[in-house]
């Protein structure tokens, strides 16, 4: 299993005019305050997998080196801004022999490596998707087995993998962390 960090995004509605990355904001609460929000996100997948890939835009030079200093395979996606599928596209297009890739977002800075872990193992298990389920609510990051390889490298636009994972059976992981539905759109998610 792979992790592949998402981190290619704009985050329009975090700072509509574009100057303050999301990304590179700090925490202000919980295990990880102070620390950038991509950088946690990073740090919970690299806790739980052997190999993370991050995809960031081509002027986004400072996620880049952050994450690559603390492990990160790096690829720049020159597509990125026309919609997160380019980002995801790029990513699965490089590390496309792996038995499995977890899809992870840079904004979701919560997420508990033991989720991580459980979905990877869920795909080790035999599902082909694996979804985190906290409280009855279906959330981020999501897993997908290789047999969604050709589904992965035909997607376009913004809507990433949510029509593969609608679309196809989905094992259900129930966790204990409110870290699958929390992302970090605006300064008060912070």
Do not use: Y
């Not at 190999?51 to 002027?59: H, Q």
């Not at 596209?89 to 992870?104: D, E, F, K, Q, S």
């Not at 059976?169 to 204990?176: I, L």
């Amino acid at each position: 299993m792979i992790g592949i960090l998402l981190a290619a995004g704009r985050g329009r509605r975090f700072d509509p005019s574009g100057v303050r990355n999301k990304l590179l904001q700090p925490l202000a609460e919980g295990p990880h305050a102070g620390q950038a929000v991509v950088l946690a996100a990073a740090s919970n997948l690299l806790a739980a997998l052997p190999r993370v890939l991050a995809v960031v835009r081509p002027d986004d030079t400072q996620v880049a080196r952050l994450l690559g200093a603390m492990g990160c395979e790096v690829r720049v996606c020159h597509d990125a801004d026309t919609g997160m599928a380019a980002s995801l596209t790029c990513a699965i297009g490089h590390v496309r022999g792996a038995p499995g890739w977890l899809i992870a977002l840079g904004d979701m800075p919560h997420v508990a490596p033991a989720t991580i872990a459980a979905l990877s193992h869920a795909i080790g298990d035999g599902a082909h998707i694996a979804v985190p389920v906290f409280q009855g609510r279906r959330g981020n990051p999501v897993a997908f087995g290789a047999v969604h390889l050709p589904l992965l490298l035909a997607l376009d636009g913004d809507q990433g993998a949510r029509a593969i994972v609608h679309g196809h059976v989905a094992r259900e992981v129930m966790v204990a962390d409110n870290g699958v539905l929390r992302d970090v759109d605006t300064p008060d998610d912070l």
